[in-house]
C-alpha cells in the first residue's frame, strides 16, 4: 500500500518544516490532528485547508466547521473527506490555515509516495526541522490588552492632570532619582 508524504511548512519560516506520512484513508481531520501532534498547538481551534495550484492559490475548501453560508458550497469537511479524494497530482499542493482569529498558515505539498512500513503507525511524523512558533493563549492576549488599556488610562490621566495644572514632563525632570517627594 503507497503512503503519501507531505512536508508542512510554516508560511513565515521556511527553516520550519515537518514531513508527514499519511494513508490515502486517513482523513483531513487525520493530518489537522498529526500536525498539531508535531507542533503543540491546540486542535479545537477552527482551520481549513485549502487544494491549492503550484502558485498556492486557494481553491477548494476542505474546513473544520461547516458554514451555513450561501456561496460556499464548495466547502467540505475535514472531518470526513478522505486525502485520496483530494490527490490529482504527484506533488499536490494544500494550504492550511489554523485558528482564523490570530491564523498561522503552511504550505503543505506531497513530496513522495513511498511503501507503507508494517512497522510504523499512520500517520506518523517522518521528519520535524525548526521549532515551531509559540501561539499566544486567548487568556494571555487579554491580561496584555487590560494591562495596555490600564497604562494608557494611567497616561491619559496624568496628561489631564499635567495640562490642567500648567506642568510639562520637563519640569518635572528635577524629581528623577528622587525616591521620597510630596
Given at each position: 500500500m503507497a503512503?503519501?508524504?507531505f512536508k508542512v511548512v510554516f508560511e513565515d519560516d521556511d527553516e520550519v518544516y515537518r514531513e508527514i506520512d499519511m494513508l490515502p484513508k486517513n482523513t483531513f481531520e487525520d493530518f489537522h490532528n498529526i500536525i498539531h501532534q508535531s507542533t503543540g498547538y491546540n486542535t479545537e481551534q477552527s482551520a481549513a485547508f485549502y487544494k491549492s495550484n503550484d502558485k498556492w492559490k486557494k481553491g477548494k475548501e476542505i474546513v473544520s466547521r461547516l458554514s451555513t453560508d450561501k456561496g460556499k458550497e464548495s466547502q467540505s469537511s475535514f472531518h470526513t473527506l478522505k486525502l485520496a479524494k483530494c490527490i490529482d497530482d504527484p506533488h499536490q499542493k494544500f494550504y492550511y490555515v489554523y485558528n482564523f482569529e490570530e491564523p498561522y498558515s503552511f504550505?503543505?505539498?506531497?513530496?513522495?509516495?513511498?511503501?507503507k512500513d508494517p512497522d510504523t503507525a499512520y500517520p506518523s511524523i517522518f521528519k520535524s526541522v525548526g521549532t515551531a512558533p509559540k501561539t499566544v493563549?486567548?487568556?494571555?492576549?487579554?491580561?496584555?490588552?487590560?494591562?495596555?488599556?490600564n497604562i494608557e488610562d494611567i497616561e491619559g490621566k496624568e496628561e489631564g492632570l499635567n495640562e490642567e495644572y500648567g506642568v510639562s514632563e520637563d519640569d518635572l525632570d528635577f524629581l528623577e532619582g528622587e525616591e521620597h517627594f510630596e
Open positions: 503512503v503519501y508524504r504550505r503543505i505539498e506531497l513530496i513522495r509516495i513511498v511503501k493563549k486567548p487568556e494571555v492576549k487579554l491580561k496584555e490588552a487590560e494591562e495596555k488599556d
